[in-house]
């Protein structure tokens, strides 16, 4: 994704993102089809303008959870592909820096299959074909027989480096973090938003901020109620306002600690919701869960501040892939046979 010359363009693209914003689903698609089978869940999107096309296209070759997949996986695709051939100028750039965050998936992706002994089909269903890399480079990574052959794949990339140095954990621990922490930390460091003015701009790094203080967050308190012997600092995204890499190392041995900062922070009103399901003893998925949607609702309210700006269009990206991965979640609920409820406490539900 190379700079496209021409002067910003975010009215005409914000027009047309209004108008997919207004095609997802709501609340109530979702537990309509939390009812519904895999067979009866494909016929539901087909009956929809956003995924007839895929549904119709894959049919014949794929079927049930499967075919659910690939067509979720091939819309979101291209659906932000539309949304890059729309942006000229700067937007462009903006976009395609946020749209990044597919390669971080589709690398992390290809780790956990190897590291998991899956098979190549399994690990190509969940690649997400949105980001900067070419069907080439997803090819050399779907073809990789070690995890050593993936860091050599992407030794000319933004990950090559990161992914280098976090080697020599990984065969010593035998565990993944090492190498998906750098793996964020590259994504993220090219978030960096120190290039952005204008108040329309300052607004959009508002929401970066947020995106890195939220991840902290989590992964402090995934840290904290581990109880594993782990420097925080490894899993420290630099970028956000919230926290620093010693702030960590003192807050993750007392949780309350941690929330409380959270909770006395400029996002104390958009995650009062999620600290207190914390705070009722609930699981951490449905703390992360909470803050998916507090994150989704900030995005939303700055798009409304400066309508005419990056942000609706991060913030429509946010939705579409809170679309994607509330249908995935029923789908695969459904075929393992959990039930409706147990399904729901996956879903992120404003």
């Not at 956003?50 to 997949?69: C, T």
């Not at 309210?301 to 249908?327: D, M």
Request: a negative charge; hydrophobic letters at 40%; one cysteine or more.
């Amino acid at each position: 994704m190379s700079s496209r010359a021409g002067s910003s363009n975010p009215e005409y693209v914000n027009a047309r993102v209004r108008s997919r914003r207004g095609a997802l689903f709501d609340d109530d698609d979702y537990r309509k089809m939390l009812r519904m089978g895999p067979a009866e869940i494909a016929r539901y999107l087909e009956e929809s303008p956003a995924y007839e096309e895929e549904i119709n296209a894959l049919g014949s070759r794929f079927s049930g959870v499967d075919l659910i997949e690939y067509a979720l996986n091939r819309s979101l695709a291209d659906d932000f592909n539309d949304i890059l051939d729309w942006c000229q100028g700067r937007l462009y750039d903006l976009v395609a820096r946020y749209l990044r965050q597919f390669d971080a998936w589709n690398v992390k992706t290809v780790l956990r299959g190897l590291y998991a002994d899956a098979d190549r089909e399994t690990v190509d269903v969940d690649l997400i074909r949105a980001g900067e890399f070419d069907e080439r480079r997803l090819t050399r990574l779907l073809d990789a027989a070690t995890i050593e052959d993936v860091v050599e794949v992407l030794s000319d990339t933004i990950f090559g480096d990161p992914l280098e140095a976090a080697y020599e954990e990984y065969e010593e621990t035998g565990v993944l973090v090492p190498l998906e922490n750098a793996v964020d930390r590259a994504y993220y460091g090219r978030l960096s938003t120190q290039d952005l003015r204008g108040e329309a701009l300052v607004e959009y790094r508002e929401f970066l901020e947020a995106e890195i203080d939220f991840r902290n967050a989590i992964n402090a308190l995934r840290l904290a109620r581990s109880g594993a012997d782990i420097d925080p600092a490894e899993y420290f995204i630099d970028g956000g306002t919230l926290f620093s890499a010693a702030d960590l190392r003192g807050l993750v041995g007392s949780p309350d600690e941690l929330a409380d900062r959270i909770r006395e922070s400029r996002y104390g009103e958009e995650l009062s919701t999620p600290l207190s399901t914390l705070d009722e003893g609930t699981s951490l998925i449905a703390f992360e869960r909470a803050m998916e949607a507090s994150l989704l609702e900030y995005a939303d309210s700055l798009g409304r501040i400066h309508p005419v700006s990056v942000t609706p269009v991060v913030s429509y990206i946010l939705a579409k892939q809170r679309e994607v991965e509330n249908i995935r979640a029923i789908a695969r609920g459904k075929e393992a046979g959990l039930s409706e409820d147990e399904i729901e406490d996956e879903l992120v539900i404003l």
